[in-house]
């Protein structure tokens, strides 16, 4: 039995040497740095933020996107620190930022925590509604030294939402199915931020409150949910009206649908609708235009 | 086997294996999105106005390259130990339930959205732990229940466990937001992401300390892998043997997939590929198997780091997709040569 005892012993020895060695420095290290009042080199690791980023005028200071950083055009050029999902910690650190602006999900929550506790500047936004959305513009611009324009940015894009709602705010509303993914069938649920464009839009979701936040339906709730509209993002780069003749075959169906019998099925490019950011109100507005086209032609 | 096993030969194959796994973990740190120079490494970490990146991202790779080596020496050992517990060519560390427990730990862990570090772990770590943990006590509960350690029972309650759990877990994931669903999908695959150096301590401790206890009860395994009672009538002490392996394999797992997530494959082939070509004795089997997984572990991250770069895949992937036509390779080349897989 004496080799297990020295066994135990030597581990006991190296666990109580490694809280001595790693253990003080916890507390220390999980304080992290303080915002700076200006960032000059700045990784974003959103498509959102880096929307936001340039539309605050900060275009130039970025050092590092993610993949999927497309708008404006300038920010695919931009280099690249991994994917949204699966941001590389070490292209990060390469990229040398002063500040490093995530959002609030798992994965970039974990990279924020890890970068703060090596010194690096991190902040984290949660952007999943509407008001999210204003308050994480105005906590970057606070970050970055550029309250103004963060100040004006969300004015500019609430000026813009309150003159839609003068357009389109009267009248009965139109009832939305917002479609995610058709098979197997998911559509947008009430605590969504597309459900609040939906609403800014002059519309209502079709579909009651939910467990899911994205609910998964079957054909009978598709009936009896009665929309009036049926709206789903266009997927990857094919053309638009390609994709809209294929949705109208695929609803075909459900005849008795009142957005099937009168052709009110559309399909919208993704970026402006699937992705919260500073073209909130371009999104709202291309959705307001399928829910009533009559108020736009002009 | 031919030749006897010497303590000799043993500490030989042992020291060649521990350069070969220090050779290639050297390399792999070389290896990365971003090219880091050594010499600027060793110019220190900088100060705060001016901290040196090359030092930081070879912390980071080393980290991650320590971590990788931990958990594919604890999930190759407690597949040896599985597999003969078991009698079972098929069994894994995930066997027993431990994949969907730990999964079903992380997924609530996620769910409930808590915002707080245990010693540098996320609630995901801790939650897992916890969950592979119970899982293996409720099997093992339920398999001494049908028997005293009666294998069939304890197969089939490891296999109904994972099941029930696996559709909690669905259940979970159907009503979860998106973005959590993706954080727990990544999760499942496995990932590998450094951690604090104190974790990474006090893994290496349990991880390394488990592997040389199975290594002390090596000659017990090789006489239970003829079967319960042959041991018993060579003087082994079966229950307390079993209880012993059983502990040692599920605790080093646990910890395995607490820091990592679930990796599969890497307990499943790296034992057989080891049993393959040394031979089927414990005493080596468990030493060589543990280096082996760390190696194995190693090379499949660096690929999974830089092969879509500046994406990253999970490591879980490469595990598969590297390791299989390989062990395949050995079944072919060895199986002729090798008596007691016919």
Redesign the interface.
């Known amino acids: 039995m004496n080799?297990?005892w020295w066994?135990l012993l030597?581990?006991s020895c190296?666990?109580a040497?490694?809280?001595t060695?790693?253990?003080s420095r916890?507390g220390l290290e999980?304080s992290g740095a303080p915002l700076p009042d200006r960032a000059d080199r700045i990784v974003s690791l959103a498509p959102n933020i880096t929307e936001i980023l340039f539309a605050i005028g900060l275009g130039d200071k970025i050092t590092g996107v993610t993949?999927d950083s497309d708008y404006p055009p300038d920010a695919a050029e931009k280099p690249?620190?991994?994917?949204f999902?699966?941001p590389?910690?070490?292209?990060v650190?390469?990229a040398?930022p002063d500040l490093v602006i995530t959002?609030g999900?798992?994965?970039q929550k974990?990279l924020a925590?890890?970068l703060r506790?090596?010194?690096y500047n991190s902040l984290t936004v949660n952007i999943e509604k509407v008001s999210d959305f204003f308050a994480a513009i105005e906590k970057i611009g606070i970050a970055t030294g550029r309250q103004r324009q963060a100040n004006e940015l969300i004015s500019r894009i609430r000026t813009k939402l309150r003159q839609l709602a003068s357009i389109v705010g009267a009248g009965p509303k139109v009832r939305v199915l917002w479609v995610v993914q058709r098979e197997p069938l998911r559509v947008a649920g009430r605590d969504t931020f597309v459900n609040e464009m939906i609403e800014l839009a002059g519309g209502e979701n079709a579909i009651g409150s939910t467990?899911?936040?994205?609910p998964?339906i079957g054909s009978e709730q598709v009936i009896a949910c009665n929309a009036n509209v049926i709206i789903e993002s266009a997927m990857g780069r094919e053309d638009i009206e390609n994709q809209r003749d294929r949705a109208l075959q695929h609803w075909s169906k459900f005849k008795f649908l009142p957005a099937v019998a009168n052709r009110r099925v559309f399909v919208i490019p993704g970026d402006t609708v699937s992705r919260l950011g500073p073209r909130l109100y371009e999104g709202t507005e291309t959705i307001a235009r399928c829910l009533k086209p009559h108020l736009f032609e002009n | 086997m031919e030749q006897l096993l010497t303590p000799k030969k043993l500490t030989t194959k042992i020291g060649l294996a521990l350069a070969v796994l220090a050779a290639v973990m050297f390399v792999c740190s070389l290896i990365g999105t971003e090219t880091v120079s050594l010499k600027a490494v060793f110019t220190g970490p900088g100060t705060q106005a001016a901290p040196n990146p090359d030092f930081e991202i070879m912390g980071f790779r080393l980290s991650r390259i320590i971590l990788a080596g931990l958990v594919g020496a604890a999930l190759a050992c407690a597949g040896v130990v599985f597999q003969v517990l078991l009698r079972n060519p098929l069994a894994d560390p995930y066997i027993l339930g431990i994949s969907s427990g730990a999964g079903l730990g992380a997924i609530i862990a996620v769910i409930s959205g808590f915002n707080w570090t245990l010693w540098g772990r996320s609630p995901i770590a801790v939650f897992a732990f916890a969950g592979a943990l119970g899982t293996v006590w409720l099997v093992w509960f339920i398999g001494r229940l049908t028997g005293k350690f009666h294998v069939t029972g304890l197969l089939l309650a490891g296999v109904v466990v994972n099941a029930f759990f696996s559709a909690l877990m669905m259940f979970l994931t159907s009503i979860a937001k998106s973005d959590q669903v993706y954080a727990t999908i990544f999760w499942l695959m496995g990932n590998l992401t450094e951690g604090d150096f104190l974790v990474l301590w006090i893994g290496a401790g349990c991880v390394i300390g488990g592997i040389v206890a199975l290594f002390y009860i090596g000659p017990q395994l090789n006489a239970l892998s003829f079967g319960a009672d042959d041991a018993r009538s060579m003087g082994v002490n079966v229950a307390r043997t079993r209880t012993i392996a059983f502990g040692i394999a599920a605790g080093i797992t646990a910890v395995a997939v607490s820091l990592s997530g679930l990796i599969g494959f890497v307990g499943l082939v790296v034992p057989h590929g080891v049993r393959l070509v040394f031979g089927p004795d414990h005493r080596q089997l468990i030493p060589l198997s543990g280096i082996t997984g760390a190696i194995f572990l190693v090379i499949a991250d660096t690929v999974a780091r830089i092969i879509v770069a500046p994406a990253q895949l999970p490591v879980g992937v490469v595990t598969a997709i590297v390791g299989g036509p390989f062990f395949l390779i050995l079944l072919v080349k060895y199986s002729k040569k090798v008596s007691w897989l016919k």
């Open positions: 080799k297990w066994l030597i581990i190296w666990m040497a490694g809280v060695m790693f253990g916890q999980n993949l690249k620190v991994g994917t999902w699966q590389d910690i070490e292209a650190v390469a040398r959002l999900f798992e994965q974990n925590e890890r506790r090596i010194g467990v899911h936040k994205y998964p």
